[in-house]
């Protein structure tokens, strides 16, 4: 096949978008033709003849050219040529290209592309919509409530939060990921600040309730026409939660695979994890995002559409674990998204 990798993105999870496709490139099967397309910060696409490791530098611009959308050829041109394209990959983490805009995009252009389509990406992109969706089928949440702008003129925010979710609660953009803008309250005081961040990032902040026990994932991957699930594993931070650098700036993150919770617990999250992904009509793979509570219960966290895979991430670690490699892996979601 004749692949475009495409990445960046003018997100806050650029820099892992280069992550996850320097992993990708590095690893790419050696049968299929590969193009790489670049997104600066800035929202300019370049087609980029650059290493793996110039990728993960952040030097992939040298040697590249402007890329263009062109409607009425249906692709992406480069130098007045067309990029011969059968699938693409859009490594694209957070924000419009997780959350359904490229999707959108090459469904105009009519050219088949790893991952969610529009609804999928922009529900799953949604904390708050995932939330209220999954409540209707049955999958159990952790208590939440959500603040606007709006509601920062309420000087008892704070205190009223800690109220209703006890303190620590978590607060975290409504949309986005790699916890950016998330951070644990302990204290009334502490919730402006916090609010703030997050609402920096989102127009909605989610507010959480502190779960003790185990945060675990699910790795889910169709292939050929069956939706294939991997062990659960969990992920034991090296700060308080899973905060950006504590999954990816720190190396004393530790992972269990399988995760080290009952085996009820494990079947519960594998079957939620399974509804969930038809319920939000997710295609081709998803990461889903759970917590088992130290009293037992099951509680969503969260689902990612396009999951990192970087060399740490969680979604071609478990694969790896149920015997795919990376290289394997990437051929599975190709074929599947070529039918």
Same mark, same amino acid.
């Given at each position: ?18 992550? $996850? ?26 087609? !980029? ?56 995009? #090459?469904?105009?252009? %009519? ?29 159990? !949440? *952790?208590?939440?409530?959500?603040? !606007? ?14 109220? !209703? #979710? ?28 916090? #609010? ?30 069956? +939706? +294939? ?10 700060? #308080? ?8 700036? $720190?190396? *004393? $993150?530790?992972?269990?695979?399988? *995760? ?7 079947? %519960? ?34 689902? =990612? ?25 990437? =051929?599975?979601?190709?074929? =599947?998204?070529?039918?």
């Amino acid at each position: 096949m004749k692949v475009i990798l495409l990445f960046g993105g003018a997100g806050e999870e650029y820099e892992i978008s280069l992550r $996850s496709a320097a992993a990708v490139l590095a690893a790419f099967p050696r049968e299929h033709t590969l193009t790489a397309v670049g997104i600066d910060r800035e929202g300019r696409w370049y087609r !980029t003849p650059a290493t793996p490791a110039a990728v993960a530098a952040d030097a992939w611009r040298e040697g590249a050219v402007p890329v263009t959308l062109d409607l009425h050829r249906r692709a992406l041109v480069a130098e007045g040529q067309v990029i011969p394209a059968d699938v693409v990959f859009p490594l694209l983490h957070g924000g419009l290209g997780e959350g359904g805009g490229v999707a959108a995009l #090459l469904s105009l252009l %009519s050219i088949p592309f790893v991952g969610c389509g529009l609804t999928a990406g922009a529900v799953g992109m949604d904390k708050v919509l995932t939330k209220q969706l999954a409540a209707t089928a049955g999958i159990p !949440t *952790a208590a939440f409530t959500v603040v !606007t702008e709006e509601d920062l003129t309420d000087a008892a925010l704070g205190r009223r939060l800690g109220e !209703t #979710l006890g303190f620590p609660f978590f607060v975290k953009p409504a949309t986005g990921g790699s916890s950016v803008g998330a951070a644990c309250v302990a204290t009334a005081a502490e919730a402006p600040a916090a #609010l703030r961040a997050a609402l920096a990032h989102s127009d909605r902040a989610l507010c959480e309730e502190y779960i003790r026990g185990a945060e675990v994932e699910l790795a889910l991957l169709e292939r050929a026409g069956a +939706l +294939l699930t991997t062990a659960v594993g969990e992920i034991e931070p090296a700060a #308080l939660f899973y905060d950006y650098a504590a999954k990816y700036e $720190s190396h *004393a $993150s530790r992972i269990f695979i399988p *995760a080290r919770v009952s085996r009820s617990a494990r079947e %519960s999250v594998t079957a939620y994890g399974r509804r969930l992904f038809r319920l939000l009509g997710c295609r081709g793979l998803s990461r889903a995002d759970f917590f088992v509570a130290e009293d037992g219960r099951v509680l969503l966290n969260e689902i =990612n559409t396009m999951p990192g895979f970087t060399d740490i991430s969680m979604f071609p670690r478990l694969w790896q674990a149920a015997g795919l490699s990376m290289t394997e892996l990437i =051929n599975v979601l190709l074929e =599947n998204a070529a039918k």
